[in-house]
């Protein structure tokens, strides 16, 4: 049995442990209040906004819409959209198998590249064998330090500008979509081509639209806004998705941490309970031994 020294000390750190995972928990929960309250208001307007834009793409022709040309696929970027940091649980993790997923199956044998969004799959992929693009728009991984639709519109004009330039023919972003607090759902949507929205018979959706003041204005300010808005939704709920993950991880932490402490303090309980008995067997020897003198 371990001596009384040695499991004091296991309980005492343990117990500091417990201190800095449940700190932990608490952060997270309050962050995750703000991202909560931000995904869920963005979450109808960006579902709104794509759905017009899927309608309206269905009404115009390729030389209208140059991000909706369905062209042969030889060229994907790949947005993975991780955290900075860890102790959230298979948060990053399941980002990052399923990016070596699409590259090993549905994207096999295409030119593939990952942009990176969080430290940590850019550190998973910038000694793969996979094109690497850390150029993209600079640090990426300092995005959630300051989450803005202002900087997110710069790496969304980025993709714009190189799908419109024939440089790539797909861009897909992988993103864990928020659910709840214990709940992520990991999730690749296709940003690049816009996907027109098809009719119940299959064709088109050609809705009849009256456009004011001009169709090639509202094509020029809408879809570029809708697509901007569509990638900054993904990071938000990548943002509220990491809150979660690491408070229900550190919350399980916290509890294991609990369980270890009390059995340790069992084992420590009886422990001392023995030393005291031999103790007192020592003392009963001891004085057996000089009534025998």
């Known amino acids: 049995m371990a001596n009384l020294k040695e499991i004091k000390n296991r309980i005492t750190s343990i117990s500091s442990t417990m201190q800095i995972t449940s700190a932990m928990k608490m952060v997270s929960a309050s962050k995750l209040k703000r991202s909560q309250d931000a ?7 960006s579902e709104k906004l794509q759905e017009i834009l899927g309608n309206l793409s269905a009404t115009l022709d390729l030389s ?5 040309d369905q062209r042969e696929v030889k060229t994907v970027y790949i947005v993975g959209v991780t955290s ?4 959230c649980g298979g948060f990053n993790n399941n980002i990052i198998k399923k990016a070596k997923a699409l590259i090993a199956g549905e994207y096999a044998g295409k030119d593939v590249k990952v942009i990176s969004v969080g430290k940590k799959i850019n550190d998973a992929f910038k000694r793969s064998e996979v094109n690497y693009r850390p150029d993209a728009i600079g640090a990426a991984e300092d995005m959630f330090n300051d989450l803005t639709f202002e900087r997110c519109s710069d790496l969304a004009q980025f993709l714009m500008d190189e799908f419109a330039a024939g440089k790539v023919d797909k861009v897909v972003v992988i993103y864990n979509k928020f659910k709840n607090a214990a709940v992520q759902i990991v999730t690749d949507e296709q940003l690049l081509p816009i996907e027109v929205t098809k009719s119940e018979e299959g064709g088109s959706s050609t809705g009849d639209y009256i456009f004011e003041p001009s169709k090639q204005e509202i094509v020029e300010e809408l879809i570029p806004k809708s697509l901007k808005t569509q990638l900054y939704k993904s990071l938000l709920d990548s943002s509220a998705s990491e809150h979660g993950a690491r408070m229900t991880a550190m919350h399980k932490a916290t509890d294991n941490a609990g369980e270890m402490k009390r059995d340790l303090t069992l084992l420590y309980n009886k422990a001392r309970q023995a030393a005291i008995t031999n103790e007192i067997l020592e003392i009963v020897g001891g004085a057996e031994a000089l009534k025998g003198k």
């Not at 900075?84 to 102790?87: A, K, P």
């Open 39 to 45: 995904i869920t208001q963005m979450r109808p307007y």
């Open 64 to 68: 209208e819409n140059a991000y909706a």
């Open 84 to 87: 900075n940091r860890g102790l």
